[in-house]
Structure formats: C-alpha cells, structure tokens
C-alpha cells in the first residue's frame, strides 16, 4: 500500500492563509491546484485527502473532481469548504465558513484516520486471503442509521428526507437519544427544535466527552451552539429538510464507512469466523459452536436455549440493524448468526425457557424504530423460542424454532 501523499487544495485561486495553516500545523506536505486542473493533479500526485474550495466553483467542475475522488483506493476524502447552498456530491464533507482552520484541522484529522484504517483492511485483506472476510463495495449508507432528536413540525420533514437513504430512529428526549446510542451503532446526530440552547451545548459537551462519539456526523439545525473542537464532525446547518440531509449524508457516510472497516478488521482478526456485516458468526462457524454446545450440554445435563429473529424479508436494512443490535447486545456467553433468509438465530448458553424468552423480548425491544414519534412496527422481529430437551441434536432444537414460526403463522 502507497504512503499518504500530499494535501491537494482546489480552488479558483490561491490560498495563502489555508496553506499557511496547513503547513504550520504539519499534517502532511500541501500543494494547489485550479479547478481545471484538479482531475490531472490527482493522477499525479496522488493525494491522500482534496480540501476544495467552493467559493465560485461550477457544479461540473465539482462533479468531474468528485468522481476522480470516489474512484480511488483507499479511501480519499474530500472535504468542501464553505460550499453554500451548492448541491453537494455524495463523497463531499462540508465545512461552513473557509476561516476557522482549527475545524478544518480537527475535520482533516478525523477523514485522515479513516483513510488509514481502510490502508489497513486492504492490506489485512490482501495478506490474510480470508474468503469469508471481504470488504462490501456498496454504498455504506446501506448500513447507516441516524438518530433524529427534537420535537417540532421540521421533524416529520427531516425524518422522511433523511429516511430515503438510510435508517432513521427518532427520539423525543435526550433521555432516550442516550440509551439509541449506548445500544446501536448510530452513524450520525441530526438535531433538530424543541430544546433550548443550553440542553443543546450540554448534550453536544457529553457527546464531545466521550470518544466513542467525538467522530459522529453531528448536525444542529437550530440554536446555532459555538462549535466544539473535540466533535470533529459538527456542523450547524440551517434551511430545509432536503437540504439539511444532503449535506448531513456525507458525515454519515463516513462515520458508517469506519464502521464497516471496523467490523471487516474484527472479522478478520477472528480468522473469518466472524461476518463482517453483522458481528455474528459465520453460518459455518456457527454450526459447528452449535453442534458443540449441544453436546456439551446434554453431556452435563445443564440449560441451553435458542432464539430466532425473524425480520420482515422485504425490509434488509431492518434484518442488519436488527442482526448488529443482536451483536452488539447479546451476553458474551451467547453466540449467534444471520441466516440466508434474513433471520438472526441466537443461541443462550445456560438458560432456560423462561430465561431465553425474557432476554428475547429485551433485545426485540431495543430494535423498535420510531417515525415521527410513532412506532415503526416493520423493524420489529417476529420472535421464537425453544430449550433443548433431553432427545434433542443441534438439528431437531434448530427445527422446532423453525417449526414453531411456521405454526405460529399459520
């Protein structure tokens, strides 16, 4: 894998104070080019992020370098300074207003990692030759979801325009905003009206205090707070639903990005035992821990219970973010794995019927999407259960939870 090239700076002209910042701050080597020159510049240079100037650039111009930008590996990221109410291609990150450099430098540094961990999976990928760790090549807002706080009449808005491309879970309170992020893995913060600005600069200070968060596209709609350092990814973006999600998308695509990266690199440390997608075992690895645990069990006369999750099957945003909450939430005694047809199966080591069906419901609980303050029923499982009976194999427990739904929805 190539080392990190230079800082390419477009524009359409020179930026003396821009680079001056970046020299001083010693991230990497800069150099500039025009707009019109900015495709062959990347060939030749290849850089390892582009800081494009938007002041009077044309809407071609921008296009033609994005794509030049997207279609490079690793990952190369864009970042568009003071862009305005320009129409912002999917890979931009927008930086409002070109004069406060100490947000660029925070921006820049938070993209950079990214960079570095996708130089990272290739390479692990390259190295390992791990079938079953692969790197999906499609777009990763498939696997985003935002998490939209606030109460008033933009809401219903934002949740539809920010919900055409990517999951959206609402909350009312910053109450519950707390427990969406401590059990999903949330990709970007849309806030919008109905608290004050003081609830706001608390609920941004917590966030830029913990670092599992300081990285998340964070977009404030209203009450225009004094932007933290430490929330790399903040911005204040005022006007209309659509245009709010179009220059939120590209902060959430990121953060969703470093999570994929994320779940490809645990998966291939665990040897490809582990789906990159979902944090759940492979079917493979699955079976076998399964099988396993049967024996083991019905040798020592303990407990043993299995779950099934089964998602709507036309909704397979629903069926992985149902799949990574199970992941993320689930003891680490248990074990699980995402089925061809869209269903999560869990098993609970040491638990009996009782047991398994609360654990059950506590994770079907936690999976409920809300939509303008109401629940959204389609991102709820359908949920099974049976306990391993004294005459029961890996395959007739695995039976009865699937003949036990096909009963149940006869």
Not at 223 to 250: M, S, T, W
């Amino acid at each position: 894998m190539s080392q990190q090239g230079p800082l390419l700076i477009v524009s359409k002209s020179t930026r003396p104070s821009l680079t001056a910042a970046l020299a001083a701050a010693q991230i990497l080597p800069t150099t500039e080019a025009r707009w019109a020159d900015a495709a062959g510049a990347i060939s030749r240079v290849q850089p390892a992020a582009v800081l494009a100037v938007m002041e009077d650039a044309e809407a071609s111009d921008i296009a033609t370098l994005s794509r030049h930008v997207s279609a490079r590996k690793p990952y190369i990221p864009m970042i568009a300074i003071a862009p305005g109410d320009a129409a912002l291609p999917d890979n931009a990150i927008p930086l409002h207003g070109s004069d406060n450099h100490e947000r660029l430098l925070a921006r820049l540094r938070a993209a950079l990692r990214v960079r570095t961990l996708h130089t990272t999976v290739l390479r692990r990928l390259d190295e390992k030759k791990t079938p079953d760790a692969t790197l999906p090549d499609t777009d990763p807002l498939n696997d985003a979801t935002v998490l939209l706080l606030g109460r008033g009449t933009s809401l219903p808005g934002l949740s539809v325009a920010l919900g055409e491309r990517m999951a959206v879970v609402g909350a009312l309170s910053i109450e519950a905003a707390a427990k969406h992020l401590s059990s999903r893995d949330i990709d970007g913060i849309v806030l919008g009206e109905g608290f004050s600005p003081r609830v706001v600069d608390a609920f941004l200070a917590v966030l830029a205090e913990d670092t599992r968060f300081r990285n998340l596209g964070v977009v404030v709609t209203a009450n225009q707070p004094a932007p933290l350092q430490e929330l790399a990814n903040l911005e204040i973006i005022a006007g209309d639903p659509q245009r709010i999600a179009a220059h939120a998308l590209p902060l959430i695509r990121q953060h969703a990005f470093e999570n994929r990266l994320n779940r490809t690199l645990r998966a291939i440390e665990a040897g490809g035992m582990l789906d990159p997608q979902t944090g759940l075992l492979t079917r493979n690895a699955f079976a076998r821990d399964f099988a396993t645990a049967v024996s083991q069990t019905q040798k020592s006369g303990g407990s043993l219970a299995v779950a099934r999750f089964a998602f709507d099957p036309v909704n397979p945003r629903a069926q992985y973010d149902g799949a990574r909450i199970i992941s993320r939430l689930m003891r680490r005694m248990d074990f699980g794995t995402h089925e061809d047809n869209g269903s999560v199966v869990v098993v609970f080591a040491e638990t009996d019927l009782r047991s398994a069906h609360a654990i059950a419901r506590r994770l079907s609980s936690v999976m409920r999407h809300t939509s303008h303050g109401k629940r959204d029923t389609r991102s709820e499982p359908a949920i099974t259960v049976a306990a391993l009976q004294p005459n029961d194999t890996a395959r007739t427990l695995l039976a009865r939870v699937y003949g036990e739904a096909q009963r149940a929805a006869s």
